[in-house]
T-cell receptor, first 115, second 109 residues
Framework: EPEVTQTPSHQVTQMGQEVILRCVPI?????FYWYRQILGQKVEFLVS????????KSEIFDDQFSVERPDGSNFTLKIRSTKLEDSAMYFC?????????????FGEGSRLTVL | GQNIDQPTEMTATEGAIVQINCTYQ??????LFWYQQHAGEAPTFLSY??LDGLEEKGRFSSFLSRSKGYSYLLLKELQMKDSASYLC??????????WGAGTKLIIKP
């Protein structure tokens, strides 16, 4: 069964360092998302991506964040200069699009720990 | 603003039935989802409702009333593995998914 894959599963980094989280969405999906979830808190929307550009972003997604689809399969989230409060689980998700139900398919998440 | 409300925590007994309610106010409506999330893991899809009524899938059922902005998730024959957070989420007119904070369900023997 097709699935969304994310790497790394866990990354520990020093404050101020750059981090790149990688995602491979389901191959025929057209919409891609990044969410984050700080431990014990609700899932928060970061950004959505369609047709090679950002379609929507939240207040959380400031200039420290960027997304890219460098090739036909990968979808990356870059945090330029990490802060302690960036420590969270980051989930990538994809959606088929068109006349689909809107169901999101999630990756297993990348846990980011900023020291 | 857009808002989804669900109880923070519920407790139930193994083998029993529990109903988790969700109310929503969103700009437009294109469907309501229930996801299950075990601690430290990604949300997993449980159900999708876009029309009024009850959708049954094994031990889990989900109900929707669009006029009332209300849904519930019904879990029957509870098992210990059902201990998890249950997230209600609504897609608005832009197909943006609006998440509730989740209901932590604790199952006791």
């Amino acid at each position: 069964e097709p699935e969304v894959t994310q790497t790394p599963s866990h990354q520990v980094t020093q404050m101020g360092q750059e981090v790149i989280l990688r995602c491979v969405p389901i191959s025929n999906h057209l919409y891609f998302y990044w969410y984050r979830q700080i431990l014990g808190q609700k899932v928060e929307f970061l950004v959505s991506f369609y047709n090679n550009e950002i379609s929507e972003k939240s207040e959380i997604f400031d200039d420290q964040f960027s997304v890219e689809r460098p090739d036909g399969s990968n979808f990356t989230l870059k945090i330029r200069s990490t802060k302690l409060e960036d420590s969270a689980m980051y989930f990538c998700a994809s959606r088929e699009g068109g006349r689909d139900t809107g169901e999101l398919f999630f990756g297993e998440g990348s846990r980011l720990t900023v020291l | 603003g857009q808002n989804i409300d669900q109880p923070t925590e519920m407790t139930a007994t193994e083998g029993a039935i529990v109903q988790i309610n969700c109310t929503y106010q969103t700009s437009g409506f294109n469907g309501l989802f229930w996801y299950q999330q075990h601690a430290g893991e990604a949300p997993t899809f449980l159900s999708y409702n876009v029309l009024d009524g009850l959708e049954e899938k094994g031990r889990f059922s989900s109900f929707l009333s669009r006029s009332k902005g209300y849904s519930y998730l019904l879990l029957k024959e509870l098992q210990m593995k059902d201990s998890a957070s249950y997230l209600c989420a609504v897609t608005d007119s832009n197909y943006q998914l609006i998440w509730g904070a989740g209901t932590k369900l604790i199952i006791k023997p």
